[in-house]
């Protein structure tokens, strides 16, 4: 039981994290790149996003380890997968029942946001696809950070906090002392 409410806890912090946390960092980063249009702010937030959600996955796996962010990406392609869905019936176009043909790439890729923030298709990329990126992006960063096999404060940290490994001091078979680092 207390497996399961770890993994559930485990699960819905790194959730909100990729998600979150990578707005948080993105923020700062967004205005220094200056755009003009709302296509080049889409374009901005998704390779902010995509960059920053990996550095926060891999700096989050390099130091706790959380095996579920290496399959954040599942969560992400079913949250996206799941507005796909809905968005499949909206395809079908009726001269009985005519509707509002939104190609399924212009709902989901932000380029409905050329209307304004308010439209359709802006929404659709907001709610769906920026966190379903985020996830994925997250969940490669740990993934990328469990292949490389870092796990730990850096070097460089352990020498700002005085956390020095001990010198082991062996003897050579001449009889001198030499020391080691292990």
Request: charged share 15%; net charge positive; proline share 5%.
């Amino acid at each position: 039981m207390f497996r399961w409410v770890r993994t559930a806890g485990s699960l819905l912090l790194n959730l909100l994290l990729a998600v979150f946390g990578t707005a948080v960092l993105e923020t700062p980063l967004s205005s220094l790149i200056k755009v003009h249009t709302i296509p080049e702010i889409v374009q901005r937030s998704d390779w902010l996003s995509a960059v920053c959600a990996c550095v926060l996955g891999y700096v989050v796996y390099r130091f706790w380890r959380p095996s579920i962010a290496r399959w954040l990406w599942v969560a992400g392609l079913g949250w996206l997968s799941f507005r796909l869905i809905l968005l499949l019936p909206e395809q079908h176009v009726s001269a009985l029942l005519p509707a509002q043909h939104v190609s399924i790439w212009s709902a989901l890729s932000g380029t409905g946001c050329s209307d304004g923030i308010t439209a359709v298709g802006c929404r659709n990329w907001l709610q769906f696809t920026l966190p379903s990126l985020r996830m994925v992006a997250y969940s490669t960063g740990a993934i990328v950070c469990s292949q490389l096999r870092h796990s730990g404060p850096l070097p460089i940290v352990d020498a700002w906090l005085g956390r020095f490994r001990p010198l082991k001091i062996e003897q050579s078979p001449n009889g001198s002392q030499n020391e080691q680092d292990e």
